[in-house]
T-cell receptor
């Protein structure tokens, strides 16, 4: 079966660094995505990993270990506007999403 | 169009009625997804269309749900005999199958309320 796990909620302080973990168990693997979703809005793409290692894009980085079925999203220099849900998604034959992690950034 | 367009943005319907939700994907995108998102929850996969291939319907929760994609472009999700548990935001996404980074672009969704 398909299973994607991520923490339900996290809190962090403005200016800090936060790491959101995602573990997955899928029958196949053709890439892992991270999306950001603000309340009441559609998800927007953040990152894509298909090979092991770290992908960096500005304040956001994403890491993948295929052998461990593990990924994390790292957010640096947190800003208040980063308060949102962060969705981990894995492509097998289709793209399946985890339940999302609600991140609250406070001053 | 410039992005994925969904209509209506909001729909209130009576229990037992049928509803149709429309998705107009980004021009040239051959992959199209329907997801359902209940309040505060993640995205639940419903159905996936890829080009002229048979759709992957493995996520449809019951036979009351069906979807079509005409001419490889516009898609319609139909829910027959709606129930209160069908109330959710229905999101459509499209992507291009080419390239290593085939991110999905989402529409703004249709918020369905069954009363």
């Amino acid at each position: 079966g398909q299973n994607i796990d991520q923490p339900t909620e996290m809190t962090a302080t403005e200016g800090a660094i936060v790491q959101i973990n995602c573990t997955y168990q899928t029958s196949g693997f053709n890439g892992l995505f991270w999306y950001q979703q603000h309340a009441g809005e559609a998800p927007t793409f953040l990152s894509y990993n298909v090979l092991d290692g770290l992908e960096e894009k500005g304040r956001f980085s994403s890491f993948l270990s295929r052998s461990k079925g593990y990924s994390y999203l790292l957010l640096k220099e947190l800003q208040m506007k980063d308060s949102a849900s962060y969705l981990c998604a894995v492509r097998d034959t289709v793209v399946i999403f985890g339940a999302g992690t609600r991140l609250a950034v406070h001053p | 169009g410039a992005g994925v367009s969904q209509s209506p943005s909001n729909k209130v319907t009576e229990k037992g009625k049928d509803v149709e939700l429309r998705c107009d994907p980004i021009s040239g995108h051959t992959a199209l997804y329907w997801y359902r998102q209940s309040l505060g929850q993640g995205l639940e996969f419903l159905i996936y269309f890829q080009g002229n291939s048979a759709p992957d319907k493995s996520g449809l929760p019951s036979d009351r749900f069906s979807a079509e994609r005409t001419g490889g472009s516009v898609s319609t999700l139909t829910i027959q005999r709606t129930q209160q548990e069908d109330s959710a935001v229905y999101l459509c996404a499209s992507s291009s199958p080419t390239g290593a980074n085939t991110e999905a672009f989402f529409g703004q969704g249709t918020r369905l309320t069954v009363v």
